[in-house]
């Protein structure tokens, strides 16, 4: 089904290669996992079996592509399109519509299929990802994990013959993960499809005994099972110390100190439809605070809320002692860094470097010391060599460490993030994490919205989990997951307290 033979890509303007010397046969009907660290060629390597890489970039290629008998780097890009889904790591680099219906049906009605075909196939898509309530939605007013769902739809109701997911769950919650990998699995076992899964959350997918390609540096390094020489990687199972410890539902080290948030009763939503209703909590210094729920539970809303983007219906937001009511989200950012769930929404300047010092810049606290941090921020991100590229040139798990250290140049008191880990690979996430701990240990609060249970458990000390617009849990992290099991919120705990 797919034959690659000496493929290398080398992006315009770059002087390292994306792709080197890939070999790679794929038979019909195979399941592979397209595995490896962050920025190591997995989503350019999908972008060439679509024939995109050879029609939207520019670049140096060589080798040959050949999918279905056709070669991709000669045939019209409609032709490959009938043959090749590719699910993109950032389904709104793909969205061509504005409604959820229309996006949908748009591959369908490019094909001139039937109109009843096209809504039987469209109601078929959207119920195999569970998003059978979003038809009549908007795409802005979608959640991350919402328009992943739709994106996936999109590319399932055309029925290709081969499917390419480039982290299709990188937006979801765990209970959605599993969902649509037992969905993958399923068309690829009913239909034949051949399925090819770029992906970290490589222990979800081992139920389904797939074909394991691992790369690094655009070079395949590994092809066969996953064996023990060859495990899906995890985080390291060390827990940093936390600085303080609970007593009576409050950390022991801030007692004479201010809370950095209290929320009271607060009620926020969109378009006067409600999606937090009462909730009320205070959040200290040196707090690392894990935010979890479903997809569509208010999680991004509550981080909007703590910034002053979204005022308040009703109740009351104070962040550092001021009412976000009566400050200017301006004055407010100073002092409280935001990484958005979605990295090219904070991509504003020409090169890695100004990206980085933008913010201390336009604070006009661009110091000497201020560049040797950010220096030092990118030569530990592993972007020390990328300082004069375009951020876009980045792959989706370098913008975000690029959108980290943007925040951490200026050091604010208060950090929130939305979804940090989405598309790093475990050895990068857990050095992320390890440079919150970090501002954590100096009296920094980290708030961080997170879908990875062991994450919560090793590195935050306070667990928060929204369900339906409500705290439904707000307690240190232990109790909090002993509080999930008791609601019946199983996939939400690290696998070593699952039952069996």
Same mark, same amino acid.
């Given at each position: 089904?797919?034959?690659?033979?000496?493929?290398?890509?080398?992006?315009?303007?770059?002087?390292?290669?994306?792709?080197?010397?890939?070999?790679?046969?794929?038979?019909?009907?195979?399941?592979?996992?397209?595995?490896?660290?962050?920025?190591?060629?997995?989503?350019?390597?999908?972008?060439?079996?679509?024939?995109?890489?050879?029609?939207?970039?520019?670049?140096?290629?060589?080798?040959?592509?050949?999918?279905?008998?056709?070669?991709?780097?000669?045939?019209?890009?409609?032709?490959?399109?009938?043959?090749?889904?590719?699910?993109?790591?950032?389904?709104?680099?793909?969205?061509?519509?504005?409604?959820?219906?229309?996006?949908?049906?748009?591959?369908?009605?490019?094909?001139?299929?039937?109109?009843?075909?096209?809504?039987?196939?469209?109601?078929?898509?959207?119920?195999?990802?569970?998003?059978?309530?979003?038809?009549?939605?908007?795409?802005?007013?979608?959640?991350?994990?919402?328009?992943?769902?739709?994106?996936?739809?999109?590319?399932?109701?055309?029925?290709?013959?081969?499917?390419?997911?480039?982290?299709?769950?990188?937006?979801?919650?765990?209970?959605?993960?599993?969902?649509?990998?037992?969905?993958?699995?399923?068309?690829?076992?009913?239909?034949?499809?051949?399925?090819?899964?770029?992906? =970290?959350?490589?222990?979800?997918?081992?139920?389904?005994?797939?074909?394991?390609?691992?790369?690094?540096?655009?070079?395949?390094?590994?092809?066969?099972?996953?064996?023990?020489? =060859?495990?899906?990687?995890?985080?390291?199972?060390?827990?940093?110390?936390?600085?303080?410890?609970?007593?009576?539902?409050?950390?022991?080290?801030?007692?004479?100190?201010?809370?950095?948030?209290?929320?009271?009763?607060?009620?926020?939503?969109?378009?006067?439809?409600?999606?937090?209703?009462?909730?009320?909590?205070?959040?200290?210094?040196?707090?690392?605070?894990?935010?979890?729920?479903?997809?569509?539970?208010?999680?991004?809303?509550?981080?909007?809320?703590?910034?002053?983007?979204?005022?308040?219906?009703?109740?009351?937001?104070?962040?550092?002692?001021?009412?976000?009511?009566?400050?200017?989200?301006?004055?407010?950012?100073?002092?409280?860094?935001?990484?958005?769930?979605?990295?090219? =929404?904070?991509?504003?300047?020409?090169?890695?470097?100004?990206?980085?010092?933008?913010?201390?810049?336009?604070?006009?606290?661009?110091?000497?010391?201020?560049?040797?941090?950010?220096?030092?921020?990118?030569?530990?991100?592993?972007?020390?060599?990328?300082?004069?590229?375009?951020?876009?040139?980045?792959?989706?798990?370098?913008?975000?460490?690029?959108?980290?250290?943007?925040?951490?140049?200026?050091?604010?008191?208060?950090?929130?993030?939305?979804?940090?880990?989405?598309?790093?690979?475990?050895?990068?996430?857990?050095?992320?994490?390890?440079?919150?701990?970090?501002?954590?240990?100096?009296?920094?609060?980290?708030i961080m919205v997170n879908h990875h249970p062991e994450v919560t458990c090793r590195y935050a000390s306070r667990l928060i989990f929204f369900n339906s617009g409500q705290a439904v849990v707000d307690a240190p992290t232990e109790e909090g997951f002993r509080q999930?099991?008791?609601?019946?919120?199983?996939?939400?705990?690290?696998?070593?307290?699952?039952?069996?």
């Amino acid at each position: 089904m797919i034959s690659i033979e000496g493929l290398s890509f080398r992006f315009q303007g770059s002087a390292q290669y994306a792709l080197r010397d890939v070999n790679l046969e794929i038979a019909p009907g195979e399941f592979v996992v397209i595995a490896g660290p962050s920025g190591c060629g997995k989503s350019t390597l999908a972008l060439a079996i679509g024939g995109y890489l050879f029609r939207q970039y520019d670049g140096e290629a060589a080798g040959k592509v050949r999918v279905a008998d056709m070669d991709v780097r000669q045939c019209p890009i409609y032709d490959v399109a009938e043959v090749v889904g590719l699910v993109q790591q950032n389904p709104e680099a793909q969205f061509c519509t504005l409604t959820v219906q229309d996006e949908v049906a748009f591959g369908l009605e490019n094909r001139c299929l039937p109109r009843d075909e096209i809504q039987d196939r469209m109601a078929w898509a959207l119920s195999i990802v569970g998003a059978e309530h979003l038809a009549g939605r908007l795409l802005a007013t979608l959640s991350g994990g919402e328009k992943q769902k739709v994106a996936i739809a999109a590319m399932m109701a055309a029925k290709p013959q081969v499917l390419i997911f480039d982290e299709p769950t990188s937006n979801l919650d765990p209970t959605a993960t599993a969902e649509v990998f037992q969905v993958i699995e399923h068309i690829q076992a009913r239909a034949g499809i051949t399925v090819l899964v770029i992906e =970290h959350k490589v222990d979800y997918l081992l139920p389904f005994k797939p074909r394991l390609v691992a790369m690094e540096q655009g070079r395949i390094v590994y092809d066969g099972p996953v064996t023990e020489a =060859h495990p899906p990687r995890s985080l390291p199972a060390r827990r940093p110390s936390h600085p303080f410890s609970y007593a009576q539902g409050r950390p022991s080290a801030t007692i004479g100190e201010e809370p950095v948030i209290c929320v009271e009763d607060l009620h926020v939503g969109y378009n006067a439809a409600p999606v937090l209703r009462g909730v009320s909590l205070e959040i200290w210094p040196g707090e690392f605070v894990a935010v979890m729920g479903d997809n569509g539970s208010g999680k991004t809303t509550f981080l909007q809320s703590l910034l002053g983007l979204l005022k308040p219906t009703q109740g009351r937001v104070e962040v550092l002692g001021q009412d976000t009511r009566h400050i200017s989200i301006s004055r407010l950012a100073r002092q409280v860094g935001f990484v958005f769930q979605n990295p090219d =929404h904070q991509l504003f300047a020409e090169s890695v470097w100004q990206e980085a010092t933008f913010a201390p810049r336009n604070f006009g606290a661009l110091d000497e010391a201020t560049q040797a941090r950010v220096e030092a921020l990118l030569a530990r991100c592993g972007l020390g060599d990328r300082t004069h590229d375009h951020p876009y040139r980045l792959s989706y798990g370098e913008k975000r460490r690029l959108n980290l250290i943007s925040v951490l140049a200026y050091a604010p008191r208060l950090i929130l993030l939305d979804e940090l880990l989405i598309g790093q690979d475990p050895g990068n996430a857990a050095f992320l994490l390890g440079l919150l701990h970090e501002r954590v240990e100096q009296g920094d609060t980290v708030i961080m919205v997170n879908h990875h249970p062991e994450v919560t458990c090793r590195y935050a000390s306070r667990l928060i989990f929204f369900n339906s617009g409500q705290a439904v849990v707000d307690a240190p992290t232990e109790e909090g997951f002993r509080q999930l099991a008791a609601l019946g919120k199983e996939v939400y705990l690290p696998s070593t307290r699952r039952r069996p």
